[in-house]
């Protein structure tokens, strides 16, 4: 769509400019054919009775001429002050229709391109009005968000066809090669099938999670829980894994501390995303804490900080978005989906809480902390 007839009205009517002059004009001519009106209808009676109270005879001729010119005086006067109050009205309604006129029309051919794909077009404040703009601001707001958007959908599919390409190619390498008789049916062939079936299956799970949690497609079953209970599963879950790795898995957390209302197995999936993350970039004899404490103003903060392999400052508000990953620290040769911490975030936020990330940097390990309310806080359909 182009921008003239954006700006024209669309279907080939009247556009928003002719639409406010043409009601300018009919309230000028409506207040002149009024004015004009009321000055024929009262002004000749009134100066008839000014003429008589003067003791003048009213239907001499001296009283008559006088009326006379007194309507034709009125009516040249009136007029040519009504022309120019319709000239000046005219040309205010005119400056005054084009000022609105323009940011509307800008703003129907920006919402045309944004309507075609061009997510990046935005419109300037036009500067009539606080309305006019916060309209423009709410317009380059959604444009911002829907580019963002347009742009994670893309970053999206392309990593999700990453991931489905190397279990995919895996799989249909060893086929082949056993169809070819190449490769047999061994344990270790089977191990290796086994395997990537697992990560397909895994990252399908990961991905209907992440996608259910951050739509708040989510049944939650909140219950005053006791922060310990919370850690303690979370450490018998991952204990295992952690004692195999060679890493250290430590709790640090007072015992006197308030009760949450939180679904015990959504948090403890975010802990136990947490750990796993952790885990997978921490090296052998290094330490993983698990760590609760009070919250400022009520609430509970969970933490897992670790000894490992750190993050630069620069990739930090990014850990949490889907598939990504930070170099080598977070590699897919390391066992993760990439979709971990985001689906961490739209737990802990379908809580009402929040989840941040700190390092001071390369090599310096990571740190990752729970906020969650005392009582949660959810958004409508969770």
Do not use: C
């Amino acid at each position: 769509m182009s921008a003239t007839r954006a700006g024209s009205g669309g279907s080939g009517g009247f556009g928003i400019t002719a639409r406010l002059l043409v009601a300018m004009a009919l309230v000028v001519l409506t207040g002149g054919l009024t004015a004009w009106l009321v000055v024929g209808a009262v002004g000749p009676g009134i100066f008839r009775r000014h003429m008589l109270a003067a003791g003048l005879d009213g239907d001499s001729a001296a009283v008559l001429h006088a009326e006379e010119a007194f309507r034709s005086a009125s009516a040249t006067s009136l007029g040519l002050a009504l022309g120019a109050a319709a000239l000046a009205s005219l040309a205010v309604s005119l400056f005054v229709t084009r000022r609105i006129g323009r940011p509307l029309s800008a703003l129907s051919a920006a919402a045309a391109r944004v309507a075609g794909g061009r997510f990046d077009s935005r419109v300037p404040a036009p500067g009539i009005g606080a309305e006019f703009d916060d309209l423009a601001e709410a317009f380059n707001d959604m444009a911002a968000r829907l580019d963002e958007s347009h742009a994670l959908r893309r970053r999206l599919l392309a990593d999700v066809a990453h991931e489905l390409r190397t279990p995919v190619t895996t799989i249909t390498a060893y086929l082949e090669g056993v169809e070819d008789g190449v490769e047999s049916l061994t344990p270790d062939t089977l191990a290796v099938l086994r395997a990537q079936g697992s990560r397909l299956t895994r990252l399908a799970d990961d991905l209907s999670a992440v996608t259910r949690a951050e739509s708040r497609d989510l049944d939650l079953h909140p219950e005053p829980t006791v922060p310990a209970d919370l850690l303690t599963v979370a450490t018998r879950s991952a204990g295992g894994r952690f004692a195999a790795r060679g890493v250290r898995l430590v709790v640090d957390a007072p015992g006197d501390l308030a009760d949450v209302v939180v679904d015990r197995d959504r948090i403890g999936q975010v802990l136990g995303n947490l750990l796993d993350n952790a885990l997978r970039h921490t090296p052998a004899g290094g330490t993983v804490r698990l760590g609760a404490g009070q919250a400022d103003g009520g609430g509970l903060r969970l933490t897992v900080a670790d000894t490992g392999v750190g993050i630069d400052a620069a990739h930090l508000p990014h850990v949490f978005e889907r598939f990504y990953r930070v170099d080598t620290a977070r590699d897919r040769r390391q066992g993760g989906s990439g979709i971990g911490l985001a689906i961490a975030k739209a737990l802990v936020e379908a809580h009402g809480g929040s989840i941040s990330a700190r390092s001071d940097g390369v090599g310096r390990g990571a740190t990752f902390a729970v906020l969650l309310p005392a009582v949660p806080d959810r958004g409508p359909g969770v």
